[in-house]
Nanobody
Framework: EVQLVESGGGLVQAGGSLRLSCAAS????????IGWFRQAPGKERERVSS????????TYADSVRGRFTISSVYAKNTVYLQMNSLKPEDTAVYYC???????????????????WGQGTQVTVSS
């Protein structure tokens, strides 16, 4: 059974940092692409970042580029999202998701993922 469990969310002041974790189980981790998404109340879900575990390539939304870093630790079946210089507009529920049957369009922000975690709340105060 595929399972994804997020952790690491919390309340921070603007300019602070958080590291989110996505622990995966039930599938061959290095065959998948893993994405981080976020959704704030009243707003459309946004793809924040993704990593292709087949080759290690990454992609980022323009709104987080230079502030957030995605990485995979294969020995732990875990993907991390390091978030620095946080802004109030980063406040959202953050989800990780996985997809294995992907092609060359995996990096696009509208690409559909198959499996989802339950999310972790990130709140950035001003």
């Amino acid at each position: 059974e595929v399972q994804l469990v997020e952790s690491g969310g919390g309340l921070v002041q603007a300019g602070g940092s958080l590291r989110l974790s996505c622990a995966a189980s039930g599938f061959t981790f290095d065959d998948y692409a893993i994405g981080w998404f976020r959704q704030a109340p009243g707003k459309e879900r946004e793809r924040v970042s993704s990593i292709n575990n087949r080759d290690g390539s990454t992609t980022y939304a323009d709104s987080v580029r230079g502030r957030f870093t995605i990485s995979s630790v294969y020995a732990k079946n875990t993907v991390y999202l390091q978030m620095n210089s946080l802004k109030p507009e980063d406040t959202a529920v953050y989800y990780c998701a996985a997809v294995t049957s992907y092609g060359t369009s995996w990096y696009l922000p509208r690409y559909e993922y198959d499996f989802w975690g339950q999310g972790t709340q990130v709140t950035v105060s001003s």
